[in-house]
């Protein structure tokens, strides 16, 4: 059984406890499901979803940790590349073995029932990276979708740019 965890806002641990996760998140091929990523030997990596989440507003994350078959198909790839299907065990494998991990996720194209999470946990609200992986040091982009009117900071993100 593969261990994997899905980052969640913290108000969504009740509804969770009871009726699982809902798949509606939608992936790069149109397909329903649930991100998430396997359980990792580094903190890092398998949290790294954390503060680019927070970025849409929620507080607090929650770590749902949960399991699925081995051979059950999944979807797996970097966050700006089309994904591939794999069964669970191999894109877990596949993630593991990469060099640098970050931006990777894995999609179970189906919900996550209330039986098969191991458990809920909090999980440092500081760990992971924004925007993008290796963005530090670099200027933020000031389109509106990046930075959409009213985010916090966007305005002088835009002013920086018009000026340069």
């Known amino acids: 059984m593969t261990l994997l965890v899905h980052l969640t806002p913290a108000k ?3 509804s969770i406890r009871r009726a699982g996760i809902r798949a509606v998140s939608v992936g790069r091929t149109d397909a329903t499901g649930v991100y ?3 359980v990792l030997p580094s903190y890092q990596n398998t949290y790294q979803w954390g503060r680019e989440l927070r970025r849409g507003g929620q507080r607090t994350l929650v ?3 949960f399991r699925i078959p081995d051979d059950e198909p999944v979807l797996v790839g970097h966050y700006n590349t089309r994904p591939v299907e794999l069964a669970s065990a191999a894109a877990a494998a596949l993630i593991a073995g ?3 991990a970050r931006g990777y996720e894995l999609l179970v194209p189906r919900p996550i029932q209330a ?3 191991h458990r809920i946990r ?3 609200q500081v760990t992971g990276w924004r925007y993008m992986p290796n963005a ?29």
Not at 137 to 147: E, L, S, Y
Not at 153 to 158: C, D, F, H, L, M
């Open 12 to 14: 969504n641990i009740r």
């Open 36 to 38: 998430c990523l396997p």
């Open 63 to 65: 770590a749902v940790h």
């Open 98 to 100: 990469q060099q640098d």
């Open 115 to 117: 039986g098969e999470i």
């Open 122 to 124: 909090g999980v440092n």
């Open 136 to 164: 530090h040091g670099r200027p933020p982009c000031a389109c509106p979708i990046c930075n959409p009117r009213g985010a916090y900071g966007a305005a002088k993100i835009r002013k920086a740019f018009d000026e340069a």
